[in-house]
């Protein structure tokens, strides 16, 4: 059975996935992209498709500082494609395409020297699939990046049941969509059992000490916004209000450095 994120969205959920996608790149992206700007430059990868590309923020990012790339993103939602094109278009950044297009063993046979996914493992209903598919589509010696949630590592410095009671929830939203949000726990197992070699997983984490409350705070807003529309039995408005006024008190926030966990994984193809 597919995940939720595997089937048609609304125009108006994509706006409000796109709004949370957007947060995560200014938020956890600014952690996250370094690494993965550093392996891709290290590896000297010139050709990388990003499958599950969103509206396209991240993938951005990355190709901004990237060296000499030339970046492809793919989803199957045509309305973040749309997004993603309009925001390429304001950015006027030469090396990067959007495309509509689904990930799987139909997608075309051109093979790659890279390939990148970023919260789409964990949307996957069948994500060892996903994993051996990017295998085949990798030139040898080519490059799987993979950055995945572990919601179940989210937590604070100094334990808080607001923290705790926003995790849960999100892991209760997760389990209805058909999302696995510790997929970033399977990383190392799923590449390694596709054939990859010299496989390595690293954990970042996305805090108002690493990334400031300004953009912490905005994250968690879009994603209690999001998990609120969605499902408000899951994610009822008595905890949307619990969140936003516990992310009112920055001392507070800095005091408890609440962290958001993903896990980056790269494998080499053989």
Excluded at 82 to 100: D, E, P, Q
């Amino acid at each position: 059975m597919k995940s939720l994120l595997e089937t048609f969205l609304t125009l108006e959920q994509t706006a409000l996935l796109s709004a949370t996608l957007e947060a995560q790149t200014r938020a956890s992206g600014s952690a996250e992209a370094p690494v993965v700007v550093r392996i891709l430059n290290e590896r000297k990868c010139r050709d990388v498709l990003d499958a599950g590309t969103g509206e396209g923020s991240f993938l951005l990012e990355v190709a901004r500082q990237t060296r000499g790339g030339r970046f492809l993103g793919i989803d199957h939602n045509a309305f973040a494609i749309g997004k993603a094109t309009a925001r390429l278009r304001r950015r006027s950044i030469k090396n990067v395409r959007f495309r509509t297009a689904f990930f799987d063993a139909k997608f075309d046979r051109k093979r790659h020297d890279a390939i990148l996914s970023r919260y789409t493992l964990q949307h996957s209903s069948r994500p060892a699939d996903f994993v051996g598919t990017a295998f085949e589509r990798l030139k040898r010696k080519g490059t799987l990046i993979a950055v995945e949630s572990i919601e179940a590592y989210m937590d604070c410095h100094v334990p808080d049941p607001v923290w705790e009671a926003y995790r849960a929830a999100l892991l209760k939203v997760h389990a209805k969509i058909g999302s696995d949000g510790n997929i970033g726990k399977a990383l190392g197992s799923l590449f390694r059992t596709a054939g990859f070699r010299d496989v390595q997983v690293g954990i970042v984490l996305t805090s108002p000490s690493t990334v400031g409350v300004e953009r912490f705070t905005s994250v968690v807003l879009a994603t209690s916004a999001l998990a609120h529309t969605l499902f408000p039995r899951l994610f009822d408005r008595r905890l949307v209000r619990r969140m936003d006024r516990w992310l009112l008190d920055d001392a507070g926030i800095e005091r408890r450095d609440p962290f958001i966990a993903s896990a980056i994984a790269v494998g080499t193809k053989p």
